[in-house]
């Protein structure tokens, strides 16, 4: 699913065939990175310290299961008309930091790294692969499931 944001999606969301080419031409350039690795960065705080972690899921999806960490940044795709001026200007991230983006299955997140690495010049971005569903099954059983 697309979500409305002409300056997120602005190169992919004409039709389903650009999509389609998009996807396979921009997944390239994104990190992908299993729940195990994640768990490593997340569990350590002296590695954590070095990454930038978003989680693209919604807040009521938060409620209901997320990493714990004041260092996690929620950034709804469904508001990112709100915030990508913010991200592209520089204001609210670190296009420098290395980037671990996460959502519920790892589509969301998907989408957000492409933003990252192909309109706002991130370099170092990583999808965390299963999203926090994985996590829940493969490393942390006590995140809820949904």
Not at 107 to 133: C, K, P, W, Y
Request: with cysteine.
């Amino acid at each position: 699913m697309l979500y409305r944001s002409n300056i997120l999606f602005n190169s992919i969301k004409v039709n389903r065939s650009l999509y389609a080419y998009s996807i396979r031409n921009m997944i390239s350039t994104v990190s992908r990175m299993n729940v195990q690795q994640f768990a490593t960065i997340i569990m350590d705080d002296a590695k954590r310290v070095n990454y930038q972690i978003i989680d693209v899921r919604e807040p009521n999806e938060l409620q209901i299961a997320q990493i714990a960490g004041k260092d996690v940044i929620n950034l709804p795709l469904s508001r990112s008309d709100d915030w990508a001026p913010e991200v592209l200007n520089g204001n609210l991230l670190d296009a420098k930091k290395p980037t671990c983006i996460l959502c519920h299955h790892g589509r969301r997140s998907m989408q957000m790294a492409m933003f990252l690495t192909h309109e706002a010049s991130f370099s170092d971005v990583a999808n965390i692969e299963g999203g926090i569903d994985s996590y829940s099954m493969l490393v942390d059983a006590s995140i809820q499931r949904y």
